[in-house]
């Protein structure tokens, strides 16, 4: 119930952070990049309604459509966080309308319309979740083609992108085909950092002392095995381990303090499947 509740918080921070992001300076500023929010901000240029309620329909008639096509766990797994995304959307709308940017910076306002929606996805693609919108269109695709699935999403993009020079002048098309670059590097990039962890290989003479503190202090485990210097010939312990950031800091000072003469090489690591960290 500890992991439903943690994960549950974790989908509606990350949808929030999105929406907040979206609306405030994507929306504001007429920025296209990104799947159906920018396809919103397009359809938003007829007046027929605001880009927010055109994001609602769009995402209610794919999930409706993802439903039908692909069955009830796909909906389970997307709906809330879809619906409490469109849903925001028009609320923030009703609650607070804008009908400019909220500053005269909009290279400013790019870098948070960047910003906080990729953090979000990278949180919601970390924990194995969807935001709903262009993830349908790949599924459906996926299930009844043999298009690479990437390649068309990116080509959809890319086409929302450049409709903006059209729609809304060089300018914007501009900061638009920017953000569609830098979007998916910016999500892999926050995507690696909320995965970093640290990998340990310790030389030393004494492996008991390291090994008994990372196990009942830092609750890891550790494996050991048996070296010789090529340089000395004499005989040492190497000590193998993963750890999260906190946890690398107090065994490096631990290590520093209690054996100095021990050698030591930390490397960064974002893939480490097992117990403890990611499930297979």
Known sequence: MQDKIKYFLMMTVSTLIMSIGTYYFKFTNNFTFGGIAGLAVLLAKTHLMSASDFNLILNMALLILGWIILGRKFAEKTAYCSILFSVTLSLLERIQPLSHPLT?????????????????????????????????????????????????????????????????????????????????????????????????????????????????????????????????????????????????????NYIKTKQPAAFILISNTSEIIGKGFHNV
Do not use: W
């Open 104 to 252: 005269d910076q909009p290279m400013l306002e790019f870098c948070f319309a960047l910003l906080l929606p990729s953090l979000g996805s990278a949180i919601l693609f970390n924990i194995g979740a969807s935001s709903g919108g262009t993830d349908v269109i790949a599924m459906i695709m996926k299930k009844y083609t043999s298009i690479d699935i990437g390649n068309a999403l990116i080509l959809s993009d890319v086409l929302i992108s450049i409709s903006s020079f059209f729609v809304f002048g060089i300018k914007t098309g501009l900061y638009s085909s920017l953000g569609l670059i830098a979007r998916s590097f910016m999500i892999d990039s926050f995507i690696e950092s909320l995965n970093l962890s640290k990998y340990f290989n310790v030389v030393c003479d004494e492996p008991e002392p390291i090994c008994d503190y990372i196990v009942h202090t830092l609750d890891r485990s550790a494996t050991v095995t048996y070296a010789q210097g090529a340089f000395t010939g004499k005989d040492k312990y190497i000590i193998f381990t993963a750890l999260n950031r906190p946890q690398a800091v107090a065994l490096r």
